[in-house]
């Protein structure tokens, strides 16, 4: 074998089941139970659905007696959601004296009826993804009895805050990969959205409000902030003397602590509240060319399984563990053989995860067209 090898990632641990979401499961979560047409269970799609494919791709090619021409490394972590740091983190520094050709995770999918005005199922290949940072914001006050109440109590003055922050997101900005992604897409649009994204020097604002009105397009031209936790108060009859929220943030390409924190502090404009990054953190990654080999590769063995699709780049709003195998290789690309539609889309992470068992076998199909490939293209 010659050349640098290419590296498959996955991970095999998954989010829980909410306890009081149990009854609300045709199957119970971890069951992996089949029937005529699932298999059932939480990570179905996220993401061990990808590991076994890439698995029983491997097993068919050796039964066959494949000689793959190059090293294909596997890379599977089980602790990516919750950061990764004992997984793909040491897996990657394993790698430290190695360069890929490309790395492939998990990130991007087809999307079935998920992008306004787009009647073809789209394939997205993730070609960068945002980063992630956790901001806590802390109130001190001095607390006291509820029967006698100041004119602001912690609770108020953090509530005023995470209202500033909901009405006053960070800018729009329409860049790469986006940009790339809507050209790809103009040409399968009505006539209307064709000509403005043909002219986007011209309609950039339009399209900008158009993409800000949908949460899923707003996650991919904007670093967006949502508050996640929060908590304050240990007695009903009495003012907490401290309350603190987290934030997640997800910085688009170009944003930086520095400039998160700014925007953070201009919003607010309280210094009763206090501002302060919680580690580890992530910048937003990379992008890969989408005319460099690595691309053009997945995109045409996903044609070769998915011949009705439109293949185009995407930002991935969310973090992977690919971010951890960044140093490893120019070309770190993100998808997985998965079809989401407004059914399924609320499954990952949700009641009721499934795959199909057609496209389950359609995701072999992928890996195993893929690893066929590598020995045809490089």
């Given at each position: 074998m010659s050349g640098n090898p290419v590296l498959l990632l996955a991970h095999y641990d998954v989010v829980p089941a909410e306890q009081k979401s149990l009854t609300r499961w045709q199957n119970p979560p971890f069951s992996g139970n089949i029937d005529s047409l699932f298999v059932w269970g939480r990570g179905a799609l996220d993401d061990k659905s990808s590991?076994?494919?890439?698995?029983?791709?491997?097993?068919?090619?050796?039964?066959e007696n494949f000689h793959p021409t190059q090293a294909i490394y596997f890379a599977f972590g089980h602790d990516e959601e919750i950061g990764g740091y004992s997984g793909a983190k040491k897996i990657a520094e394993s790698f430290k004296d190695m360069e890929f050709k490309f790395v492939l995770d998990e990130g991007g999918m087809m999307a079935k009826d998920l992008f306004p005005g787009m009647k073809k199922t789209i394939a997205f290949i993730s070609t960068a993804e945002k980063g992630d940072i956790n901001v806590e914001l802390s109130v001190h006050e001095k607390g006291g009895h509820s029967a006698a109440p100041p004119k602001e109590t912690a609770i108020e003055i953090m509530a005023k805050a995470l209202i500033k922050i909901n009405e006053n997101p960070m800018k729009a900005r329409l860049q790469s990969p986006t940009d790339e992604m809507l050209k790809t897409l103009a040409p399968h649009l009505d006539a209307k959205t064709r000509f403005a994204l043909r002219n986007r020097w011209l309609f950039k604002n339009?399209?900008?409000?158009?993409?800000s009105?949908?949460?899923?397009?707003?996650?991919?031209?904007?670093?967006?902030?949502?508050?996640?936790?929060i908590n304050g108060g240990i007695k009903e009859n009495s003012l907490p003397a401290y309350v603190s929220a987290n934030i997640n943030i997800r910085p688009l390409q170009g944003d930086s602590i520095g400039t998160v924190l700014q925007h953070l502090k201009n919003t607010i404009k309280d210094d009763r509240v206090m501002i302060n990054v919680k580690e580890p953190y992530h910048h937003a990654s990379p992008i890969t060319a989408t005319d460099s080999k690595a691309y053009s590769l997945i995109s045409k063995t996903i044609l070769q399984v998915y011949p009705d699709v439109v293949v185009?780049?995407?930002?991935?709003?969310?973090?992977?563990?690919?971010?951890k195998y960044a140093s490893l290789s120019k070309n770190v690309l993100r998808f997985i053989p998965v079809t989401l539609d407004n059914d399924s889309k609320e499954h990952i992470h949700g009641i009721n995860e499934r795959i199909?068992?057609?496209?389950?076998l359609q995701a072999i199909r992928f890996y195993t067209e893929l690893i066929k490939n590598l020995n045809k293209e490089y």
């Open positions: 590991i076994m494919a890439i698995l029983e791709a491997t097993e068919n090619l050796l039964k339009k399209i900008l409000k158009k993409l009105d949908n949460y899923g397009t707003n996650s991919i031209i904007r670093t967006v902030m949502s508050p996640t936790m185009a780049p995407l930002l991935a709003p969310g973090t992977t563990d690919s971010r199909g068992i057609k496209e389950y």
